[in-house]
Structure formats: C-alpha cells, structure tokens
Nanobody, 121 residues
Framework: QVQLVESGGGLVQPGGSLRVSCAAS????????MRWYRQAPGKQRELVAA???????NYADSVQGRFTISRDNAKNTEYLQMNSLKPEDTAVYYC???????????????WGQGTQVTVSS
C-alpha cells in the first residue's frame, strides 16, 4: 500500500508565505514525477507545479516566480513553498506522484487527501 499525506495548509494574509508538504509512505520502489494541484470552489482542478525525479521543474503561469516546488528523495517528500500569496491562491491543494510500488514495480498515480490554503485578511 502506498499513501500520500499532506500537511502545512492554513490561513495566511495576502502577501504572506506558507509551505505545504507531502510525504509518501508504504511499499515504494521508486518515485517519479511529483506534482501539486489545486482546486478552488466552483473551479476545475489545475496543475500548479511539477518536479521530476532529477529535479526539473515547471510551473503554472499564475504562480511562476512566487511558488517553488522541491523534493527530498531520501524522505520521499515533496514541498511547495508559496510566497507573495494572493486571495486567488485560495484553494484545496492536492499532491500527486507517479510511484512504482513493491514487489513488482507496478507504476500507479497516487493522490493526497488535500489541504486547505486560505489567503485572506
């Protein structure tokens, strides 16, 4: 069994910063691309950022220059550092990862449970 568990969401004022984390656990053989998505009320889920196993990153235009995705392969954890937050960043943030699990190396896409980020004064 493989699980993704997120932490670090909360309430922050506009212009503030927040970091969310996502830890993978279970029978993991290897983790490939890790991603962060978000879904605001009444809107579709959108890709925010992605990072490959070698550390290559890409970002949605709306967060470029403000958000930073990173990962710690030794801890099977990804992070999303969010700076200069705006009210329009308010959403439930979901992590996801492409993971090969033991014992056969089957590749599946996994999701975290989501964590609420609210940007408001």
């Amino acid at each position: 069994q493989v699980q993704l568990v997120e932490s670090g969401g909360g309430l922050v004022q506009p212009g503030g910063s927040l970091r969310v984390s996502c830890a993978a656990s279970g029978s993991i053989f290897s983790i490939h691309t890790m991603r962060w998505y978000r879904q605001a009320p009444g809107k579709q889920r959108e890709l925010v950022a992605a990072i490959t196993s070698l550390g290559s990153t890409n970002y949605a235009d709306s967060v470029q220059g403000r958000f930073t995705i990173s990962r710690d392969n030794a801890k099977n954890t990804e992070y999303l550092q969010m700076n200069s937050l705006k009210p329009e960043d308010t959403a439930v943030y979901y992590c996801s990862a492409d993971i090969q699990s033991k014992p056969y190396g089957r590749l599946d896409h996994y999701w975290g449970q989501g964590t609420q980020v609210t940007v408001s004064s």
